[in-house]
């Protein structure tokens, strides 16, 4: 032990952030034209794609560019939480916009999902879905302060969650709000069922997202080695070799 600790190990390069997320996308010029024509049109959208690709940077890129849109994030685990996405996606909007939490839908929405987490006897919660007739208005009033939702990982969404808000995407002109999703095209029976449903829906604009073409990951990777050198911390030739392989091997997503 003593001649380890006088020996010392070398600290692990720190990857820069450039590096976890780089600075700009590559490559999705026509998939963001398409989704902001889709919003122009009133449209809702789904963007579907294999891990990787980079689906919750297009909506983090789409979200920068729209005044109120919210991006939500469904999380692994949901899936066994009733009315966990529907709970993150309140608290947001609350906290970002407080008049939806003053509000007397407001109000009452918060005080129900408060109920349903905090009542630990089954008989004396309400079904989750008896929520609908709160939540939908309460929507109403976020639209029209001008409120758009971004719904990230909707393949982790719980099923209570899911159904409270699917009414909200099969219609138009008359939605709430303008809502874009983002999911994984493999998940399993539940996912493909929900993508079945959502495909079904003539009003929708669905979009797939392709792995980067060898132009835009070329662009990705002058980017990244040029952040690289302004840090003082230039790559050798190997190291591109096999940056280059590793972007190639995973799909080629950012």
Not at 36 to 43: E, L
Not at 49 to 77: D, I, N, Y
Request: hydrophobic share 45%; aromatic share 4%.
């Amino acid at each position: 032990i003593e001649l380890a600790q006088s020996v010392g190990l070398a600290a692990p390069r720190t990857m820069p952030v450039s590096l976890r997320r780089p600075p700009q996308l590559f490559g999705r010029e026509p998939v963001l034209m398409q989704l902001q024509q889709a919003w122009q049109n009133q449209q809702h959208f789904v963007l579907l794609g294999e891990p990787g690709l980079g689906k919750t940077r297009v909506l983090e890129q789409l979200a920068g560019l729209w005044p109120g849109a919210q991006l939500v994030r469904a999380r692994p685990g949901d899936e066994a939480v009733p009315l966990a996405l529907v709970t993150r996606l309140v608290e947001q909007l609350c906290s970002t916009y407080p008049v939806l939490g003053t509000s007397p839908l407001g109000l009452e929405l918060l005080q129900r999902l408060q109920f349903q987490f905090t009542t630990h006897l089954a008989l004396q919660r309400q079904p989750p879905c008896s929520m609908a007739p709160t939540l939908q208005p309460w929507l109403v009033e976020a639209g029209k302060l001008g409120v758009s939702l971004m719904l990230d990982d909707w393949q982790f969404a719980d099923e209570t969650s899911v159904a409270l808000l699917m009414p909200c995407l099969t219609e138009s002109g008359s939605a709430p709000l303008r809502i874009g999703l983002a999911s994984r095209v493999r998940g399993g029976p539940l996912v493909e069922q929900r993508l079945q449903t959502l495909r079904q829906v003539s009003a929708l604009c669905c979009v797939s997202l392709q792995p980067l073409d060898d132009g835009a990951i070329a662009g990705l990777l002058d980017t990244l080695l040029a952040d690289l050198c302004a840090q003082g911390q230039a790559a050798d030739e190997a190291d591109c070799s096999s940056l280059v392989q590793a972007m190639q091997r995973r799909v080629g997503g950012n």
